[in-house]
């Protein structure tokens, strides 16, 4: 059992580091949101791994739901986000992975190096199960610890709800249309078509 979870932490750990590497190296933003997703959906699996379920459920609904949504709305409100014609990883992609892999391991080998790794023993008679934090002792720190902390991140977030909401709803007559995926596809479609029939017609004038 000990080796099947170590397979599946292994397995979990390459999918959030490949999927977080692949968020800074494409060029289509996109694919770099959904790989963004990709890798909050193996950081709530690995909550699940380390028998944290509450933590995994918060992941899944806030960084998958909430926010991985919101940027995905934000991304569609753009322009020329589809990436035709362009390359799927920046030129120097190498240089990225380098610089990442050396943080991660500038963070990860003091870690390893200083830690015992020792497991301490439980408290009070054997076989009592140590007590955890469950969501009404996460429901009273809200609202009496960090009820500051809370608040100033609900305002924070209104503000930003409300900037958007400005900045989509502004004057017709100074914002130009927002061409939606389909059209833009369409758009192209239709002036490769005009592109291919000229080529055609001159061909045939020739």
Do not use: C
Request: hydrophobic share 60%.
């Amino acid at each position: 059992m000990d080796l099947l979870i170590q397979i599946i932490f292994g397995l979990l750990t390459a999918l959030i580091i490949g999927a977080a590497m692949m968020v800074v190296t494409v060029r289509n933003i996109i694919h770099a949101a959904l790989w963004l997703i990709a890798s909050f959906f193996g950081v709530a699996a690995l909550y699940l791994l380390l028998e944290a379920e509450f933590i995994a459920v918060v992941q899944v609904l806030v960084y998958i739901g909430a926010i991985s949504i919101l940027i995905l709305f934000a991304i569609m409100l753009t322009r020329h986000i589809s990436g035709e014609g362009e390359r799927l990883l920046t030129r120097h992609w190498w240089a990225a992975a380098v610089v990442a892999l050396g943080l991660f391991g500038a963070v990860l080998l003091p870690t390893l190096a200083g830690n015992a790794w020792g497991i301490p023993l439980p408290t009070g008679p054997a076989g009592t199960p140590e007590p955890l934090s469950g969501v009404e002792e996460l429901g009273r720190g809200f609202v009496s610890e960090f009820l500051l902390h809370f608040e100033v991140a609900g305002v924070l977030l209104t503000v930003a709800l409300i900037g958007a909401i400005v900045i989509a709803f502004e004057e017709r007559s100074r914002r130009r249309r927002v061409l939606t995926l389909a059209e833009e596809h369409t758009l192209n479609q239709r002036q490769k078509a005009s592109a291919e029939r000229a080529a055609a017609a001159a061909d045939m004038a020739d």
